[in-house]
């Protein structure tokens, strides 16, 4: 069994920055990608940025520069840096990865972390 557990949501400014920090435990042989997507009230999930284990980080249009996508792959923790942050930003921001263990390869969500930007 693998957990992904999110940190780091909040309430922030518009204009301010957030890191979120997805760190997975459990069945883990290798992780082959992580990615963040997005679910706003009302909305469908969205993908925000992803990479996979040696390739590069693509983004949404949306993040338009203001997000970093990055991982520590020692501690099996993936990071997503906003900056700049917009009211329309405010939404439940989860974490994918996509593993391999002893059982074979699945993708594996964790519980969401609520980031809400205010004016």
């Not at 996509?98 to 964790?110: L, M, Q, V």
Request: hydrophobic fraction near 35%; charged fraction near 20%.
């Amino acid at each position: 069994q693998v957990q992904l557990v999110e940190s780091g949501g909040g309430l922030v400014q518009s204009g301010g920055s957030l890191r979120l920090s997805c760190a997975a435990s459990g069945d883990i042989f290798s992780i082959l990608a992580m990615a963040w997507y997005r679910q706003a009230p009302g909305k469908e999930r969205e993908l925000v940025a992803g990479v996979i284990t040696g390739g590069n980080p693509h983004y949404a249009d949306f993040t338009k520069g203001r997000f970093t996508i990055s991982r520590d792959n020692a501690k099996n923790t993936a990071y997503l840096q906003m900056n700049s942050l917009k009211l329309e930003d405010t939404a439940v921001y989860y974490c994918k990865a996509h593993i391999r263990g002893t059982r074979g390869r699945a993708d594996y969500w964790g519980q969401g972390t609520q980031v809400t930007v205010s004016s």
